[in-house]
Structures are given as structure tokens and as C-alpha cells.
């Protein structure tokens, strides 16, 4: 049965700096060809880092300098350069001599750009210390009169490999391969909250819309289907908490900071917004496929 179909397509080659947007996608087991194949990591901390703790790395944009597309099992030597962009316009090249040095000094942090490497390579992947309640709740930004999301739907295998991990070891990503979300929900959110719900805020890979819904809740009726889109086959595993990065700017996107979007996030949609996808079979994803739900 036909449900929806995809607006748009995003991938992020660099963790927590903005994307581009494709007509086209290859997609893997680990996700999109090429998305966030790169992160910066904190050199001090030897910690792999995003924008939940350093909101100064989505002031950045992240595009491939070559010709050649990504792939979707590229790691280490294989994934391809990078340029990054600053705000003022300067641009830097992945394999540029002083790369390292010029974003440690753009980010006023001592910093090393990173390409995926493999799962088996756990310890490229761990904690610098354990996860603790308080790191958790200052990367949401959780309110003092909020509770603590529940992460009880989400995959065991996953909530396993956080545990000591910054994300899954051989992937980039937060946690799962892919993260989807529908127009619809952004438009009732915006309805309610008279706040930009710009989809760049929220950094999906696939934007969809919705037949026939108008709410936020559209899309969570997804949740433990599968779904067929393109070539691929999709398991919607669970929904997507937000943490404190929607609100925070991203200049070269236009979007200034709105914390006041978090809040929204919490009082209309009690911080979730959006689906964690996994892959069951990988294929191509075009803009403007539409949407079937398998059972």
C-alpha cells in the first residue's frame, strides 16, 4: 500500500556540519554512500565529536571535493576528501598539509578531522569516559522540569554498542543508519509553535511526505513496519529523540539560533520528532519515490 513518497534527500559527509542535498542516493546497511564518512574529533579527549557538545561545528558546511561518488562501505584510505566551508566563505580541503591545524584554529579547540573506520576498530569508537546521566541531559538540554526520555523502543543492539561508544562502532552516525522525517509533522509543529521548523534544523536523510496526514503523528504510525522505497527495503525501528541542536544557528544555512524550539519540541511532541531507520536491503533512493508499506 502506497503511504507517502520522498521530498527530498540529504546526505552529511562531515559529523554535525551541513549537508547536501541529492537527487539520487545509494543507500547500505550503514546508511546513505558518503554520509558523515568524516567527524572531528577532540584530540585532548581522543573523543569523537558532534554538535551536542561543540554547536560551533554546525556554523560549518561539508561537500565532496572529487568527482567520484561515495561509497557505501568506504572507510579509512577509501573515503574521499572533503572541503569544508566557514562562515566567513574561507574553505578547507581534508587533504590539505595544515588541515588539523586550521580547523583546530577555527574551532578554538584542539582538533583532528577523521575518516570512518571500521567496526572492528572499537577503541577509535569508545567513550573517553563513561556516559553519565548529566552528560546525557546536557547534550538534550533537557529542561529542569522535564523527564528523561525513554530509549526502551530502541534497538537493544544499539543502546549495547552507546554504551561505551560515542555511536555505533563503523558508522559515524548517532545510531541508526538512517533517520527519516516527514514534512507533515513540520508543518504541524510550525502550526503550534509559530517557530521555523526549517527541515535543515533537523538534518534527516529522508524528507517524505505523508498521504492524507496532517499531524505530527503521522509518521509514528510507521513505527515496526517496513517499508519499500526505491530499491531498498527499510525497518522503521523506533522515533527519533531530539537533542539541542534544532535550536541552535547555522549560519551558512540561513538559520539563526531559536532555542525556543526545543521547548516546542518537548511541550508538542515530547522531544521526538522523526523515525530511526534500519536497512534490510540496499539499493537506490531517488527524490520524488514514492512510499509502500509491506505489511
Known amino acids: 500500500m ?23 542516493a545509494s543507500v547500505g546497511c550503514s546508511g546513505l554512500a558518503g554520509d558523515r564518512h568524516w567527524a572531528v574529533l577532540d584530540t585532548r579527549q581522543t573523543e569523537i565529536r558532534s ?43 581534508s587533504d590539505q598539509p595544515n588541515c588539523d591545524e586550521q580547523l583546530s584554529d577555527w574551532l578554538g579547540r584542539s582538533a583532528r578531522l577523521s575518516r570512518r573506520r571500521p567496526a572492528h576498530e572499537r577503541d577509535h569508537y569508545r567513550l573517553a569516559r563513561a556516559r553519565t546521566d548529566a552528560i546525557t541531559h546536557a547534550e538534550l538540554g533537557l529542561f529542569e522540569d522535564e523527564t528523561p526520555p525513554d530509549y526502551s523502543a530502541m534497538s537493544a ?35 503550534r509553535s509559530a517557530l521555523d521548523t526549517d527541515v535543515r534544523r533537523f538534518r534527516p536523510n529522508l524528507l517524505v511526505e505523508v498521504d492524507g496526514a496532517g499531524d505530527s503523528a503521522a509518521e509514528d504510525r510507521w513505527l ?48 521526538c520528532l522523526g523515525l530511526n531507520i534500519v536497512v534490510e536491503r540496499p539499493g537506490l533512493i531517488r527524490a520524488g519515490d514514492p512510499i509502500f508499506r509491506l505489511d
Not at 4 to 20: A, D, F, H
Not at 257 to 269: N, T, W, Y
Open 2 to 24: 502506497r503511504i507517502g513518497s520522498v521530498i527530498e534527500i540529504w546526505r552529511y559527509p562531515v559529523k554535525s556540519m551541513g549537508g547536501q542535498r541529492l537527487d539520487t
Open 51 to 93: 554538535a551536542k557538545r561543540w554547536p560551533e561545528l554546525l556554523r560549518y558546511n561539508a561537500s565532496y571535493s572529487g568527482d567520484d561518488s561515495p561509497g557505501t562501505d568506504d572507510y579509512d584510505a577509501q573515503v574521499q576528501n572533503v572541503t569544508i566551508t566557514a562562515p566567513d566563505g574561507q574553505q578547507l580541503g
Open 157 to 191: 543492539e544499539v543502546m549495547g554498542a552507546l554504551a561505551d561508544c560515542v555511536t555505533p562502532p563503523g558508522v559515524y552516525v548517532d545510531a541508526f543508519p538512517l533517520h527519516l522525517l516527514s514534512r507533515n509533522a513540520l508543518t504541524w509543529l510550525a502550526a
Open 224 to 271: 515496526g513496519a517496513h517499508l519499500g522505497i526505491g530499491e531498498t527495503l527499510l525497518r522503521v525501528d523506533s522515533r527519533t529523540v531530539r537533542c539541542a541542536m534544532p535550536g541552535r544557528p547555522q549560519p551558512l544555512q540561513g538559520l539563526a539560533a531559536q532555542p525556543a524550539l526545543v521547548r516546542a519540541l518537548v511541550d508538542h511532541c515530547q522531544r
